[in-house]
């Protein structure tokens, strides 16, 4: 669904591809936005209970975010809003998601990952856990804390927080509804539901009438 500069894309539409058939991990992935000129594409990946994502490397890089359940890597304890950045060509992991985990992951580059024996001497990776950020306040009465602004090339992360009535006029690329149902050209979104602009056009305003919280990717 779009309006003249914004296409909305309902979580219950996007297609999945189960990824055994990709690498034999035991998960799926389901996508929201695929742009080939960027080298860009945003997707859902959902692990199953007990699920053990090996260590593995890839040509690509990404930002890949807890959306739901809990991720432990390297003794850490990651959950919601918190993040995982995977460099480029270097080993990481394994990520151990005990009670299954959903991510969002926005991905630069190619994303096909083979495993590894051993992990790389100069860990360049970070996990980032959100509550370490503070928020700041924007000037139309929400809330904003950068999430990654390094190491995913010209990725920006970005969490915005809105109480309710809010509009806010967005500057980002692409976001996904983490709570809250804001609204988009008079369309209702709900969690997980997300947007995408269409070029440069103005994309309007992004209403909030119950509040609410996306996750935003700008390309710098």
Sequence with gaps: MSTSAMTIVRV????WEDRVNVDNWPSR???YYDNR??????????????SVE???????MHA?????????????????????IGPSNEP??????????????AFLGSYFHSEVETLSQEKQYRLIQHDEI???????????????????GRLLLEAYRFPPGAE???????????????????EKLGAWDFVHRNGNDDPGTISFPGGGTLLAVTMR
């Design 92 to 105: 990481h992991g394994p990520l151990a998601y005990p009670d299954g985990c959903i991510l969002l992951s």
């Design 37 to 50: 000129d960027l080298e860009l594409c945003i997707r859902l990946i959902d692990y199953p209970l007990g």
């Design 134 to 152: 503070p928020w700041q306040p924007l000037g139309d009465g929400g809330e904003v804390k950068t999430l990654v602004d390094r190491g995913v």
């Design 168 to 186: 806010f006029a967005p500057r980002f690329l692409a976001a996904l509804v983490v709570d809250g149902t804001p609204e988009v050209g008079g």
């Design 29 to 31: 992935a389901g996508m």
């Design 64 to 84: 890949t975010t807890v959306l739901k359940g809990k991720a432990i890597i390297d003794g850490l304890t990651l959950g919601p809003l918190d993040v995982v």
């Design 12 to 15: 219950k539409e996007i297609p």
């Design 54 to 60: 090996p260590r593995h490397v890839h040509a690509g």
